[in-house]
């Protein structure tokens, strides 16, 4: 698949006719956000390990490519982009313990190699990962929790230089003004998986992600209680075995799809999901008024003219999660009177809003609040890509809108939705994925 940002690549993007009405169901894909620090977190163990329901995602594959660069022994026995893979990993004693700018450069969540690399090398060199289209990501909260174990850390030339002859377990506070750190949390539970004793993490993230790499760690052989909750007890091993895991479905592209069809149903059932990690979005669902069934692995949600409009915003889980902010933009800007969306985990997390608003939406940013004056037609237009949520959210947009909207520099999408025109189409949607010379 042909990649490239700007530059005079040859890039892709969706071609969207608006207005069909979507019917039918879709199949969820393993989680992106799930799997991403599972597969760092094998740099850990001595003895292979084998992960499954792995998505055929850009963001996977770039981690994929960087463990190979670390020396790791990588096996993917599936064709890339096609699904979910099965992916074998054996971490030999060869371990590189650098990740260059180039490599980090393109995904943030690279950083997650830190914490593993210490914990079974005492060293790693690690690129910061700079800002991106959601706003600055500082890593200040990372490298408290990895020195709060006893790393010597230190910044020098845009390089995070780590050293632990020894990792000791230690309490710690690891929130900050935005409240807790997902991948900061994830890569202190990775490296306190070897530290010697008792490792309690205050402030810990509750996301579904975290309970998913407590089961891994747990698989390799490492005490971790209270994944779930805002602490998290891990005692630490010297030596780690393999373990063969199955990725868990991935709940941002179930929620994506369930807003979808909120939006452009028709009624839509998303399968393989579990709901259990879809309350808030349920609780959203409830105060727009939008018809759906919950089921034990689906969701089936109707489109229907009449909704209500809301004001909500996002917060780390439990609440309403910033990588649906986007997604339920869209979806209010169909809905008539005025609704205010607030974004408190991204601040700056909105540049789908200028792009929306080239589709005919009526959107006004205050600060970290978007107040938006739904019910007005939205007709095509070409509209730029930026992260891989305000992606979706132009995509749902397009499928609504009066005419053509092609979506430009879809290598944004590709990072987090498996194939999502063909999902699309599946359901009726009148959707194709094409070339062109990158603009500039
Ligand atoms: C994870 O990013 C997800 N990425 C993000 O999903 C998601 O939006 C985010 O969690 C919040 O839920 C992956 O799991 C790969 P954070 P992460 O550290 O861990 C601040 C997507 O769409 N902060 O929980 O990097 C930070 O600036 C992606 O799939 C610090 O101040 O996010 C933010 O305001 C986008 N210091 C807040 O905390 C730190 O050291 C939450 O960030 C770290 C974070």
């Given at each position: 698949m042909p990649?490239?940002e700007?530059?005079?690549?040859?890039v892709?993007?969706?071609?969207?006719?608006?207005g069909?009405?979507?019917?039918?169901?879709?199949?969820?894909?393993?989680s992106?956000n799930?799997?991403?620090?599972?597969?760092?977190?094998s740099i850990l163990?001595?003895?292979?390990?084998?992960?499954?329901?792995?998505p055929?995602l850009s963001?996977?594959?770039h981690?994929?490519e960087?463990?190979?660069?670390?020396?790791?022994?990588v096996?993917t026995?599936?064709e890339?982009?096609?699904?979910?893979?099965?992916i074998?990993?054996r971490?030999g004693?060869?371990?590189e313990?650098?990740?260059p700018?180039?490599?980090?450069?393109?995904?943030?969540?690279?950083?997650?190699c830190?914490?593993?690399?210490?914990?079974?090398?005492g060293r790693?060199?690690?690129?910061l990962p700079?800002?991106?289209?959601i706003?600055?990501?500082?890593?200040?909260?990372h490298?408290k929790g990895?020195?709060?174990l006893?790393?010597e850390?230190?910044i020098?030339?845009?390089y995070?230089?780590?050293?632990?002859?020894?990792?000791?377990g230690a309490r710690m506070?690891l929130s900050g003004a935005?409240g807790?750190t997902?991948?900061?949390?994830?890569?202190?539970?990775?490296a306190?998986?070897?530290?010697?004793?008792?490792?309690?993490?205050?402030?810990?993230?509750?996301?579904?992600?975290v309970?998913?790499l407590?089961?891994?760690?747990?698989?390799?052989g490492?005490?971790?209680?209270?994944a779930?909750?805002h602490?998290?007890?891990?005692?630490?091993?010297?030596e780690?075995g393999g373990?063969d895991?199955?990725?868990?479905?991935?709940?941002?592209e179930?929620?994506?799809?369930?807003?979808t069809g909120?939006?452009?149903?028709?009624?839509?059932t998303?399968?393989g999901?579990?709901?259990?990690?879809?309350?808030?979005?349920?609780?959203?669902?409830e105060?727009?008024q939008v018809?759906?069934e919950v089921?034990?692995?689906s969701?089936?949600?109707t489109?229907?003219?009449?909704?209500?409009?809301?004001?909500?915003a996002?917060?780390p889980h439990?609440g309403?999660?910033?990588?649906?902010?986007a997604?339920?933009?869209?979806l209010?800007?169909?809905?008539?009177?005025i609704s205010?969306?607030?974004?408190?985990v991204?601040?700056?997390r909105?540049?789908h809003?200028?792009?929306?608003?080239r589709?005919?939406?009526?959107?006004?940013?205050?600060?970290?609040t978007a107040?938006?004056?739904?019910?007005?037609?939205?007709?095509g237009?070409?509209?730029?890509?930026?992260?891989?949520?305000?992606?979706a959210?132009l995509?749902?947009?397009?499928?609504?809108?009066e005419?053509t909207?092609?979506v430009?520099r879809i290598?944004?999408l590709d990072?987090g939705?498996v194939r999502m025109?063909?999902?699309?189409?599946?359901?009726?949607a009148?959707?194709a994925?094409?070339?062109e010379?990158?603009?500039?």
């Amino acid at each position: 698949m042909p990649q490239g940002e700007a530059g005079n690549h040859i890039v892709e993007m969706l071609e969207i006719q608006g207005g069909r009405v979507l019917e039918g169901a879709v199949q969820v894909s393993g989680s992106k956000n799930g799997a991403l620090p599972i597969l760092f977190a094998s740099i850990l163990a001595e003895a292979p390990v084998t992960i499954r329901n792995v998505p055929g995602l850009s963001d996977i594959h770039h981690t994929l490519e960087i463990l190979s660069e670390l020396g790791l022994s990588v096996d993917t026995q599936s064709e890339f982009f096609g699904g979910d893979m099965t992916i074998t990993i054996r971490a030999g004693e060869g371990i590189e313990t650098t990740a260059p700018y180039e490599m980090v450069r393109q995904m943030r969540a690279s950083i997650c190699c830190l914490g593993p690399l210490l914990a079974r090398k005492g060293r790693a060199r690690v690129s910061l990962p700079g800002g991106c289209a959601i706003g600055d990501r500082p890593v200040d909260l990372h490298l408290k929790g990895l020195r709060a174990l006893g790393a010597e850390i230190r910044i020098e030339h845009g390089y995070i230089e780590a050293r632990a002859d020894r990792l000791v377990g230690a309490r710690m506070y690891l929130s900050g003004a935005f409240g807790p750190t997902v991948l900061g949390t994830q890569n202190v539970m990775m490296a306190a998986a070897r530290a010697e004793g008792e490792t309690i993490i205050e402030g810990a993230a509750c996301e579904p992600e975290v309970i998913c790499l407590a089961r891994f760690l747990q698989a390799l052989g490492v005490s971790v209680e209270g994944a779930g909750t805002h602490q998290i007890r891990i005692v630490g091993q010297p030596e780690l075995g393999g373990t063969d895991f199955t990725v868990p479905p991935d709940r941002i592209e179930a929620g994506t799809y369930i807003l979808t069809g909120a939006m452009a149903g028709g009624t839509v059932t998303v399968e393989g999901c579990d709901p259990g990690d879809l309350s808030s979005l349920f609780d959203v669902l409830e105060r727009l008024q939008v018809p759906h069934e919950v089921g034990s692995d689906s969701v089936t949600v109707t489109g229907v003219p009449r909704l209500h409009p809301i004001d909500i915003a996002t917060l780390p889980h439990p609440g309403f999660p910033t990588d649906f902010q986007a997604q339920l933009m869209a979806l209010l800007t169909r809905i008539p009177g005025i609704s205010i969306l607030t974004e408190k985990v991204y601040p700056d997390r909105f540049m789908h809003v200028a792009e929306l608003n080239r589709l005919g939406a009526r959107i006004r940013k205050e600060g970290p609040t978007a107040i938006i004056e739904g019910g007005h037609r939205l007709s095509g237009a070409d509209v730029m890509a930026s992260d891989l949520r305000a992606s979706a959210s132009l995509v749902m947009a397009g499928l609504v809108a009066e005419g053509t909207t092609r979506v430009h520099r879809i290598y944004h999408l590709d990072r987090g939705y498996v194939r999502m025109e063909k999902k699309l189409r599946n359901l009726g949607a009148e959707i194709a994925r094409k070339s062109e010379q990158s603009a500039s």
